[in-house]
């Protein structure tokens, strides 16, 4: 009976969507009445350039991460302009704005002034994800859109250099937790990074030619010939080097055994809090691990998704996403 009852565990886990509280201010189903194809319209939408580009799905994820961690997920970093959060120096490499205009100037077509641009960025990560192997959930809607963004808000972006205590610091200050922090930074199982952002590890890590001790030695060959010390600091390389393309555990794995890319995914490793985590995710039961992760992740998300969101009669519904009404 208990091995019974726990593959019909992994079953439901696995291949149902994860049906999840309704989050304070917004609703599953928001636009049930008032837009019925809106969430269908994302999906293909986010499908039809995912079957184009499959690397657009963490350009979606991180653009979701980024709006929510300034201001709030209230499609501020969609905004066009000279000091806006689009502008400022961490967002420059951001992608995925020209899914979320696709989808909105759909939605607009078929049902103008209702859906926000907040929760087309929503529903596309989810769907980012979802086309990227992981389960799909139920993404709770009603956001409305800011009508303010600033380049100077973007201190609170977690940075590839931060400490854990840096790290934490920013995510409590968003209502995450450790587990929170953990689980989202996870998201790095997929997408890549350029060599400029971690080669400092590589050659001169204590500012005296020395590499960063946490990486093992066979990936610091293998990193240093990806990057060379005086190569082009553009040059991409995956932020799980060996399964870049597919939604799962491999990148606890790569933290756990010293081959983390950026420092501060590294440092997950170094704090006995944070490692405990990494270390139930990376785990050693092939399947159960997977599945534990899968179930955390939507959980995390819709929580981060819900920071100080603009709900009722707050902000606007922007008729582009790019600027204000």
Not at 119 to 148: F, Q
Not at 189 to 208: A, E, K, M, P, V
Not at 244 to 272: A, H, P, T, W
Not at 275 to 295: K, P, T
Request: charged residues 20%; glycine residues 8%.
């Amino acid at each position: 009976m208990e091995g019974k009852c726990f593959g019909s565990l992994m079953m439901l886990l696995v291949f149902s969507p994860v049906v999840l509280a309704q989050s304070e201010g917004l609703q599953i189903g928001f636009y049930s009445s008032s837009c019925p194809q809106a969430e269908p319209i994302v999906k293909s939408t986010v499908q039809a350039h995912f079957s184009a580009d499959p690397s657009i799905a963490p350009g979606l994820l991180r653009l979701h991460f980024h709006d929510c961690f300034v201001q709030g997920c209230d499609g501020s970093v969609l905004i066009a302009g000279t000091s806006t959060e689009r502008s400022a120096l961490p967002n420059l490499g951001l992608r995925g704005f020209d899914v979320i205009d696709d989808a909105k100037a759909q939605l607009e077509a078929s049902c103008p002034g209702v859906v926000s641009c907040a929760d087309i960025l929503a529903l596309a990560a989810r769907d980012a994800v979802d086309l990227s192997g992981s389960p799909s959930w139920n993404v709770p809607t009603g956001r409305r859109d800011g009508r303010v963004s600033s380049s100077s808000g973007v201190s609170s972006l977690p940075s590839p250099l931060d400490s854990i205590a840096i790290q934490r610091q920013k995510f409590v200050a968003k209502g995450l937790d450790d587990h929170d922090l953990v689980t989202l930074v996870g998201a790095h199982t997929i997408g890549q990074t350029d060599c400029l952002f971690f080669r400092y590890r590589l050659y001169n890590f204590t500012t005296t030619g020395n590499a960063d001790p946490s990486i093992t030695q066979s990936f610091l060959t293998q990193l240093r010939a990806l990057c060379p010390n005086n190569g082009n600091g553009s040059k991409r390389v995956a932020l799980d080097i060996d399964s870049q393309m597919d939604f799962d555990v491999n990148f606890f794995k790569n933290v756990r055994d010293g081959k983390g890319i950026l420092e501060s995914d590294q440092r997950l490793y170094g704090d006995s809090n944070t490692r405990r985590i990494v270390d139930n995710y990376a785990g050693n039961i092939r399947g159960l691990l997977g599945v534990r992760f899968n179930f955390e992740f939507p959980k995390a998300m819709v929580k981060m998704s819900s920071t100080e969101v603009k709900t009722g009669n707050q902000g606007e519904i922007r008729r582009v996403c790019s600027k204000l009404n």
